[in-house]
């Protein structure tokens, strides 16, 4: 079973403010005038609040049996450079108060069916972010592991941090109000296939249930399984921003501008060196590993260094899933799945039932992994196919009963401010090379860029 870690790129502490994220959408804001300029406002300063319990059986009025414990763990941003700024303050309680009252909703966890004294129930929470200009959005994974596989659901905000006030889908369209549905679904890939139509997603249309990436409007449908009566996941349908010019406002390039209007270029300082501080915080945040519980696991940016590529859009995606951390094998209780799984190339067939895990991949997880360290989305990688892949559970699949993750262990580097580039490498192998990793800063994060053998100069 999974437990989803706060993930926090250390490595974006070191060279630049990193990013985080925000409560959900309470007021719809009109769109920003058109051909207004870009805000002079200083940029935030990030940090985190945490919310976590452990709820034990006499705080609930619930009928569970006696023993039971479930450990509730949200994070939410907090602006640390609020000061007086009386909208950032504002937006600060507002994420202390949604993170407070997801606590408070943990009692409700007690009716879950099939709690046991002794087992380990978890109900976490964690974002990523994208700030353009004034405007914030932000990406929120949540896991509940209670009775059966986990549930991972996503949701999403975009804020005007200039006013506090939340956008909805349809401030952000030319289009009126009651055409901004049937012209984002118009846009979308493969709308009827797979087990998801067209009236599945008209059905469980949300002008709140979106986010902002770089380059994409992701936007967000529940999925209920097994009769659930509330979401068991979320499927992600990202929209590149360059398909909708026709549909977005005037201002929407604010928010995030396709083709950014060239800058002069600063004359070039000479690169610096990373210190031994840095380096040292480079290696907590891309380790291979981490433990929880006493049960050590694998990091999803562990993925990364399990092959080499000039690109990070064409790294082996085989390797990169070999030992991601999952969310969930199938069980006894999962046959309709384990049977769709035998019907797809690339099955072991030859492989005794039960001899291995067979370990479940979310594509909402890989897409978080890939934007958090690499700023794209499994949509944008050259080749996914060498991963046995099931559409109606968006899910990728592995059979991996051993421990080997990828490893990056940074020995030293350097990093130009002028040109928002950084090369880490590793101590030179045997044969004289060494591992090189490249980044590339985009806004207020650090990206990877490439991963390679180069020639130890």
């Known amino acids: 079973?999974?437990?989803?870690?706060?993930?926090?790129?250390?490595?974006?502490?070191?060279?630049?403010?990193?990013?985080?994220?925000?409560?959900?959408?309470?007021?719809?804001?009109?769109?920003?005038?058109?051909?207004?300029?870009?805000?002079?406002?200083?940029?935030?300063?990030?940090?985190?609040?945490?919310f976590q319990r452990d709820y034990a059986g006499e705080e609930s009025n619930a009928d569970a049996p006696e023993g039971v414990v479930?450990?509730?763990?949200?994070?939410?941003?907090?602006?640390e450079n609020a000061g007086e700024n009386p909208v950032w303050r504002s937006l600060n309680e507002d994420?202390?108060?949604?993170?407070?009252?997801?606590?408070?909703?943990?009692?409700?966890?007690?009716?879950?069916p099939g709690l046991e004294p002794g087992g380990d129930y978890s109900v976490e929470s964690v974002y990523t972010i994208q700030r353009c200009d004034r405007f914030l959005s932000v990406r929120y994974q949540r896991t509940e592991a209670l009775a059966g596989e986990p549930a991972g659901t996503v949701s999403g905000s975009l804020l005007d941090l200039s006013t506090g006030k939340a956008l909805t889908l349809d401030s952000l369209l030319r289009v009126p109000a009651e055409k901004g549905m049937d012209a984002l679904l118009d846009a979308?890939?493969?709308?009827?296939?797979g087990p998801y139509g067209r009236a599945y997603f008209e059905s469980y249309w949300d002008v709140n249930a979106f986010y902002l990436t770089e380059d994409h409007l992701v936007l967000l449908f529940p999925v209920y399984e097994d009769g659930a009566t509330s979401p068991t996941a979320t499927l992600?349908?990202?929209?590149?921003?360059?398909?909708?010019?026709?549909?977005?406002?005037?201002?929407?390039?604010?928010?995030?501008?396709?083709?950014?209007?060239?800058?002069p270029s600063a004359p070039a300082a000479e690169p610096r060196a990373l210190t031994p501080e840095e380096i040292s915080r480079v290696n907590q945040a891309f380790a291979p590993g981490a433990e929880?519980?006493?049960?050590?696991?694998?990091?999803?940016?562990?993925?990364?260094?399990?092959?080499?590529?000039?690109?990070?859009?064409?790294?082996?995606?085989?390797a990169?899933?070999?030992?991601?951390?999952?969310?969930?094998?199938?069980?006894?209780?999962?046959?309709?799945?384990?049977?769709?799984?035998?019907?797809?190339?690339?099955?072991?067939?030859?492989m005794s039932p039960g001899a291995v895990p067979t370990h479940r991949i979310t594509r909402a997880s890989v897409d978080a992994a890939l934007e958090r360290y690499a700023g794209i989305t499994a949509a944008e990688l050259a080749d996914t196919s060498g991963v046995p892949y099931l559409e109606e559970y968006d899910a990728w699949y592995t059979f991996t009963s051993d421990f080997g993750p990828g490893k990056f262990l940074c020995a030293g580097g350097e990093v130009d401010e002028a040109a928002g580039t950084a090369r880490l490498w590793t101590e030179p192998r045997e044969d004289g090379g060494r591992a090189e990793l490249a980044l590339q800063r985009d806004g207020e994060s650090w990206h990877i860029r490439s991963h390679r053998i180069v020639n130890n100069p």
């Open 1 to 50: 079973m999974k437990r989803y870690l706060t993930l926090v790129l250390l490595l974006a502490l070191c060279l630049t403010a990193c990013t985080p994220k925000a409560p959900a959408p309470t007021e719809t804001a009109p769109p920003p005038e058109a051909g207004s300029v870009r805000s002079e406002m200083p940029a935030p300063v990030w940090g985190e609040q945490v």
């Open 70 to 79: 479930v450990s509730l763990r949200f994070v939410m941003p907090y602006i």
């Open 95 to 112: 994420f202390s108060i949604l993170g407070e009252g997801w606590l408070e909703k943990g009692r409700e966890y007690w009716s879950t």
């Open 188 to 193: 979308l890939d493969g709308l009827e296939d």
């Open 236 to 263: 992600e349908r990202p929209i590149p921003l360059v398909r909708l010019r026709g549909l977005l406002s005037s201002a929407f390039p604010e928010l995030c501008p396709a083709d950014p209007a060239p800058q």
């Open 292 to 318: 929880e519980g006493g049960v050590a696991d694998a990091t999803p940016a562990s993925g990364f260094f399990t092959s080499y590529y000039d690109d990070v859009r064409e790294l082996d995606f085989a």
């Open 320 to 350: 990169f899933l070999e030992y991601y951390p999952d969310d969930g094998t199938l069980s006894a209780g999962d046959e309709a799945e384990s049977d769709a799984l035998k019907t797809l190339p690339g099955y072991p067939w030859d």
